[in-house]
């Protein structure tokens, strides 16, 4: 399962350096996602860092969107996907595989977006555990949830508007406690560690999505 | 060691659904270790489901199935190993270049990584083709580039679909020399063709589908011999076998004959013809 994971992800990575379609298109999408929120709430900045750690979330959650659509965009030319499946790979390698390879990608647009809050919004790091605990967590949930719902969408010929549909209203845990947790490592919510409940169900979002995908991803392939 | 198996293939009453309509309906079809079977029928008589189904893209809803040993009914994924096929679509990345492919393709199905180089010689796929996006490559390029695929992982079941489409006279005749040398080496070929020309010469059987079912089979004449030594083309593996024809025989080009043959129809010839 590990070896096929490795093949996968490395395919996949090896595919994004090649064509740069999330360095090229899809970082730039969400930072302009970024902009456009700084430029509707206005000059003043104090909204802008009160809203901060939610409109980065909902820029990762879009970046995800997007990065799992081309994911599987992948395997849906010229028989990649029948050739994914008949070349003997374990499912769950390949689940394991394509996630790993989504949440890498996720990784670097977190990067660019992080610095684009701090340099759209004006926004201060007081807690930078909380930071990386929170975008650690939050990555592979929606990483694994990601390639779940991607590789159910795979099989429909409206998959480009589904996705979104399907996907979205799922991460909303996510969203709400990546949120959560960045207010309080930007200075923006309580403080202590109020942080915690919420990156702890962040870790079990990732560990529940993780484990169930390794046992139905095979199912679902078939099925899609 | 197990006892050999009786079918590479066998299907039995086989039925598969494509939504509500029957793609199989009730196939009857066993192929033997070591065969060559082609497959003909016009559009849509179920030549590509049959091998999706062998493959086991395709499930099986009732009857039987059972290919290399598994049963495909429990179990569609589990030749697949061991299954390989040239479909319609090349199933290749195109932002990989051909040198990348073919690693992924081999590991994937976990053989070994020594085959590619002599799989890619053998396909012409030399120099900076190696190197080259396969997005870049001609039909015919992408074609030899998943032919190369199958020779590097030589699965035990080769499933062509008009494996001829695309191809170059040279490659086509290539490809009925790897075809063949498969074949020497154990393994079985089901061959879906609209060009009987190219397809037949090859085949020990040919079986003719309609509406999801056979309705026509017939012996080529060549018989089933399993692993055998071949020879360096596959004009000289044809004619090491005995040919009988049972219908008429149409040939394009020059015919050069070692042994015996018997037709029991017409003979045309628009080149030369050497017997020894």
Redo the contacts between chains.
């Keep these: 399962m590990w070896r096929?994971a490795l093949?996968v992800a490395g395919?996949d990575l090896?595919?994004e350096l090649?064509?740069r379609v999330v360095l090229n298109q899809v970082a730039p999408f969400a930072l302009v996602v970024l902009a456009l929120f700084a430029f509707a709430l206005g000059p003043n900045r104090a909204p802008m860092v009160q809203a901060a750690a939610g409109l980065f979330w909902v820029a990762v959650l879009f970046a995800c969107v997007l990065a799992v659509q081309r994911s599987f965009a992948?395997e849906a030319?010229?028989?990649?996907r029948?050739?994914?499946?008949?070349?003997?790979?374990d499912p769950a390698g390949i689940f394991l595989g394509k996630a790993a390879a989504i949440a890498v990608q996720l990784t670097v647009l977190e990067v660019l977006l992080a610095l684009g809050v701090v340099l759209f919004y004006g926004a201060h790091v007081h807690s930078y555990v909380a930071v990386l605990v929170a975008c650690a967590a939050g990555t592979a949930g929606l990483a694994a949830v990601g390639t779940l719902y991607g590789a159910l969408a795979a099989g429909v010929r409206v998959r480009e508007t589904l996705l979104p549909f399907l996907l979205l209203p799922v991460v909303a845990p996510v969203l709400l406690a990546g949120t959560r947790a960045w207010q309080v490592a930007l200075g923006t919510g309580p403080g202590g560690d109020a942080a915690d409940p919420w990156l702890r169900l962040m870790l079990v979002f990732a560990a529940v999505y993780l484990a169930v995908g390794v046992m139905i991803f095979?199912p679902l392939q078939?099925a899609a | 060691m197990g006892e050999p198996m009786a079918s590479a293939v066998s299907l039995r009453a086989a039925v598969a659904l494509t939504g509500r309509f029957p793609v199989l309906a009730g196939i009857d079809l066993a192929v033997a270790p070591g065969e060559i079977l082609v497959l003909e029928g016009p559009n849509g008589a179920g030549k590509t489901s049959v091998l999706r189904a062998c493959?086991?893209?395709l499930?099986i809803t009732s009857g039987e199935a059972v290919v290399l040993g598994h049963d495909l009914r429990r179990r569609?994924?589990a030749a697949?190993?061991?299954?390989?096929?040239l479909?319609?679509?090349?199933?290749?990345?195109?932002?990989?270049n051909v040198l990348?492919n073919l690693r992924?393709?081999v590991?994937?199905?976990?053989a070994g990584v020594e085959g590619i180089d002599g799989a890619l010689e053998r396909l012409g796929l030399v120099g900076r083709l190696r190197r080259t996006?396969v997005g870049r490559l001609s039909a015919g390029q992408r074609r030899r580039v998943a032919l190369a695929v199958l020779l590097a992982r030589r699965p035990a079941l080769w499933l062509l679909d008009e494996p001829h489409a695309a191809l170059d006279a040279a490659a086509r005749s290539l490809l009925g020399e790897i075809i063949l040398e498969a074949v020497a080496g154990g393994a079985t070929v089901l061959l879906a063709s609209h060009e009987p020309e190219a397809a037949l010469p090859l085949a020990h059987r040919a079986v003719t589908l309609a509406g999801g079912r056979v309705v026509d089979e017939r012996s080529l004449g060549r018989l089933v011999t399993g692993p055998r030594p071949v020879g360096p083309s596959a004009a000289a593996a044809a004619a090491a076998a005995p040919l009988a024809v049972a219908g008429d025989v149409h040939v394009a080009g020059d015919v050069h004959v070692a042994g015996d043959v018997a037709v029991a129809g017409d003979v045309h010839v628009t080149g030369d013809v050497h017997v020894a």
């Design positions: 096929d093949l395919k090896r595919i090649r064509s992948l030319v010229d028989g990649t029948d050739g994914l499946r008949l070349s003997g790979l095979g078939e | 493959a086991g893209l499930p569609p994924s697949r190993r061991h299954v390989g096929m479909g319609h679509a090349a199933a290749l990345y195109d932002e990989l990348e992924f393709a590991r994937a199905a976990g996006s």
